[in-house]
């Protein structure tokens, strides 16, 4: 029997919004939890002030549930570990780095961890922790910094690997994408794309509008050479960032040309110069709706599916 998600995490769906940094603010965590998922406020690389007022703000416009990602390269991840502990949050998602040396503290004060992993590897180390109450497969669909194996085969080796629940993400924006999910194993899914062009999402309308009119093909990987693969829209500062890496730029290069990119895309609008982080499911991502909406869509698209697939 599969792990009921919906119970561990006190949601109605099992549907939880991606973190996605300088994106998921409060305005988008409420209204993912209000709908009956599980809204996610991204910590990004934001300091500690910034993410106590989202996390207020948050708390003023629901009563249900909502979990904090943490961003691992973050240069404020001790700052926003004691935000998330001062705060109360419940549940702490993290990625894009190793979570072990927060668990002590994290476990200390209850809050439950849900670590992305892009790797069985990672998996494994991550269930010895007290406090890991699930993981969040993701696959390198997804949108921003991503590993190598798709989730049609991470999913599946990660649910044989440990013995938590596992929540599926990338590639999925629509019922199919969920039960596809649900028959790899998993418990759950986490969305991104299709929740960044959510009514209530403050994005900016450039970068909205760059998602809703991306095809299969729109979505590129930068930071291959530095360790740190991005998925991203493609624009000028895709190509020329892809341009460095093949002529040879240093790590320190190639970050220096990146930093703070996804700000001008995502606060900004700039869509030269800055880095549209999206999923290649961006495709698929035609209507600006309420998360109310998507997630009505997703759970009766998804229930129509299972019920004529079999
Ligand atoms: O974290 C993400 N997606 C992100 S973070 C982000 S902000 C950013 N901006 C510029 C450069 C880099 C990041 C945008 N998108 N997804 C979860 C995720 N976690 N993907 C991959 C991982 C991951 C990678 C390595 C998790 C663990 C890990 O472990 C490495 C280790 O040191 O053990």
Redesign the pocket.
């Known amino acids: 029997m599969k792990a009921d998600i919906c119970k561990i995490l006190d949601i109605k769906y099992p549907i939880i919004q991606?973190?996605?940094?300088?994106i998921a603010d409060a305005d988008l965590a409420a209204a993912v939890s209000n709908a009956g998922g599980l809204g996610v406020l991204?910590a990004?690389?934001a300091p500690k002030e910034w993410l106590v007022d989202q996390i207020r703000k948050t708390k003023a416009q629901t009563d249900n549930i909502f979990a904090v990602?943490i961003?691992?390269?973050?240069p404020f991840v001790d700052d926003v570990i004691d935000a998330v502990i001062e705060e109360g949050v419940k549940v702490v998602i993290?990625?894009?780095?190793?979570?072990?040396l927060y668990f002590k503290k994290l476990n200390e004060h209850g809050i439950k961890i849900i670590?992305?992993?892009?790797?069985v590897a990672?998996a494994t180390?991550m269930v010895r922790n007290d406090g890991v109450i699930a993981l969040?497969a993701?696959g390198a669909e997804?949108?921003?910094?991503?590993?190598v194996t798709n989730t049609m085969s991470l999913v599946p080796q990660v649910v044989d690997a440990v013995n938590i629940p596992v929540i599926a993400?990338g590639g999925i924006a629509d019922g199919r994408g969920m039960a596809a999910a649900f028959c790899l194993g998993a418990s759950g899914v986490q969305i991104g794309t299709r929740f960044l062009v959510a009514n209530e999402c403050n994005v900016s309308m450039p970068y909205k509008e760059k998602v809703l009119k991306a095809k299969d093909t729109s979505t590129t990987i930068t930071?291959n050479s530095t360790g740190?693969p991005?998925?991203v829209i493609k624009n000028k500062f895709a190509k020329k960032l892809k341009q460095l890496e093949s002529e040879g730029a240093s790590t320190e290069e190639l970050e220096s040309f990146?930093a703070g990119?996804?700000k001008l895309a995502a606060v900004d609008g700039d869509m030269d110069n800055g880095?549209i982080?999206a999923g290649q499911i961006a495709g698929l991502v035609n209507k600006e709706e309420s998360c109310s909406d998507i997630i009505t869509d997703l759970m009766s698209h998804y229930k129509q599916v299972i019920q004529t697939s079999f």
């Open positions: 991606g973190g996605m940094a300088w991204a990004g690389n990602n961003m691992l390269l973050s993290t990625g894009a780095g190793n979570p072990g670590p992305v992993v892009p790797t990672q180390r969040i993701e997804a949108g921003g910094h991503i590993g993400a930071g740190h991005v998925r990146g990119s996804l880095s982080m």
